[in-house]
């Protein structure tokens, strides 16, 4: 069943929200218990859509995957298959990140190549790149590509594209490598916290990892992985959307557990925008309403991270004055401005620049999700706006965000989750 959220803006949020775990570091780390026989249980797992559908990818590949409270996750990959079809991986772009696991457990692989999705293109060639560094031999035909590395024997790799590090390259690179006899070496490696929370699980796994969460990580193959218990580091990209939450609405939210380290770039941008920002051991806390327009530029981490590009944009839309938002990530990542153009948003795009100018009345409006963080930037902007918002196409925002619009409504917004039937006459989808 189609649903919508329904938000009545206007409300000051107020109060306390906790972190869920991050989905960005629960999906590789959900892959890489492929990488050993023995039993991997991670916590703090989040409840989101794609986790449950990357649980079911495992089980496709012959894992026993276990969910036996809320949060916790028990894989057993005894014996696994090197297959993964098209079918399962056009669902779930991330799933490529089982690329490295199965190379590295199996020695061999052959997965359908994901494709694009509607913030980009998502070439996958530096991970194949890497893979072949390592001494793979790695083609591609009818939109699969195979891998096999029963000679790979590691080797140096410069992992940067156009825009810089691949999160989930270096995250496929470190997988493979972990069983590779031999060392190899990954420059421009991704520095992303859920890149060091893979590197985390995989020493605990017994892996041989060093330098990771900065541009160079050595990874020396050694013979085979054991069980682990890992908890998932807080979803910073989460944690920063309920900040903006409070900010938009000129209200005061704390978020606990979130690890502010995590969030550097953009709590930086909030305190130039003069909204108050407080962070302590597992909290922070944002409030007042932003004062000043700010330019930001995404970047890979520690950059501005382009997973907050949408939230922050909405909130420059309750500024005076004109802001610069770029996209250094993905450029075309801009589906939410021309929704937030229908309430009334002023945005203008400059190639991969969208000038915002701030401080003109936004109205409720139906509205259609694009994506996973433009959902969640529609929704905020309606928290801000007047009068009545209808976001459709619920199941983008719950791929990443746990009971997201239960969890504003305890901090005192109006939002409710209908049936698209719900929806005033001319505008629900078929
Ligand atoms: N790129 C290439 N070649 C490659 C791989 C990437 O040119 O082989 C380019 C991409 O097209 C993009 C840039 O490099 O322009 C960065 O892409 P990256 O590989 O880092 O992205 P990803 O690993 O596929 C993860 C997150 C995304 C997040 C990006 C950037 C997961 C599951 N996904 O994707 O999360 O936007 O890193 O930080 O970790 C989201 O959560 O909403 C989301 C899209």
Not at 12 to 18: E, F, H, K, P, S
Not at 52 to 73: C, D, Y
Not at 346 to 354: H, L, N, P, R, S
Not at 366 to 378: F, I, K
């Amino acid at each position: 069943m189609l649903e919508v959220a329904r938000i009545v803006g206007g409300r000051a949020l107020r109060g306390t929200v906790q972190a869920a775990g991050a989905k960005n570091a629960a999906l590789p780390l959900l892959a890489a218990s492929l990488l050993t026989s023995e039993e991997v249980t991670l916590r703090n797992v989040p409840d989101l859509s794609d986790v449950r559908f990357m649980a079911e990818i495992l089980r496709h590949q012959g894992a026993s995957v276990a969910n036996p409270k809320p949060g916790t996750w028990v894989i057993r990959a005894e014996s696994i298959v090197h297959r993964t079809p098209y079918d399962l991986v056009r669902k779930m772009r991330a799933s490529v990140c089982l690329l490295g696991a199965l190379v590295g457990r199996l020695h061999q692989a052959e997965m359908a190549i994901p494709g694009g999705c509607v913030i980009g293109p998502r070439p996958i060639d530096l991970h194949l790149k890497g893979l072949e560094a390592l001494g793979c031999a790695v083609s591609v035909e009818g939109g699969v590509v195979s891998v096999d590395a029963r000679r790979a024997r590691g080797g140096s790799v410069f992992m940067g594209g156009p825009m810089g590090s691949t999160v989930l390259g270096t995250a496929n690179l470190v997988m493979a490598a972990t069983l590779t006899p031999g060392e190899t070496r990954i420059e421009c490696a991704a520095r992303e916290p859920e890149v060091v929370d893979l590197c985390a699980l995989l020493l605990r796994m017994g892996a041989d990892i060093r330098g990771h969460g900065t541009e160079t990580i050595t990874v020396r193959g050694v013979a085979s992985l054991r069980g682990a218990d890992h908890a998932v580091i807080p979803d910073r990209i989460e944690a920063g959307t309920y900040l903006v939450a409070g900010a938009i609405t000129g209200g005061d939210v704390t978020v606990a557990g979130a690890e502010a380290d995590h969030l550097g770039a953009f709590l930086d941008k909030l305190r130039e925008a003069g909204v108050g920002v407080e962070t302590g051991p597992g909290f922070v806390r944002a409030y007042g309403r932003p004062s000043r327009a700010v330019d930001l530029v995404t970047e890979p981490y520690p950059g501005f991270p382009t997973d907050l590009q949408a939230q922050f944009l909405a909130l420059q839309l309750f500024v005076d004055g004109k802001s610069h938002i770029t996209e250094k990530v993905y450029p075309a990542r801009f589906m939410h401005a021309a929704e937030l153009q229908r309430m009334g948003a002023d945005i203008a795009m400059d190639g991969a620049t969208a000038v915002v100018v701030g401080g003109k009345p936004l109205s409720g409006a139906p509205v259609m999700a694009s994506d996973l963080r433009a959902s969640a930037a529609l929704i905020l902007a309606a928290l801000a706006a007047k009068g009545e918002t209808w976001v459709q196409r619920l199941y983008h925002l719950d791929r990443g965000y746990e009971r997201f619009e239960e969890r504003l409504r305890a901090l005192g917004a109006e939002i409710e989750r209908l049936p698209a039937s719900a929806m005033p006459k001319g505008f629900a989808e078929d």
